[in-house]
């Protein structure tokens, strides 16, 4: 029982870990296509 809530509270971290560094990427990403615009135009 004690593995299992281990289990998967780790699995859960994984999953919040991953959903923030997407989010990060894309906010980033934005960032990043933004200061292209901006130098560009």
């Not at 980033?28 to 296509?33: G, H, Q």
Request: proline letters at 0%; charged letters at 10%.
């Amino acid at each position: 029982m004690k593995s299992f809530v281990t289990l998967s509270e780790l699995s859960s971290l994984t999953f919040c870990l991953s959903f923030n560094e997407v989010f990060s990427l894309l906010y980033f990403d934005s960032l990043f296509f933004n200061f292209l615009r901006s130098s560009l135009f």
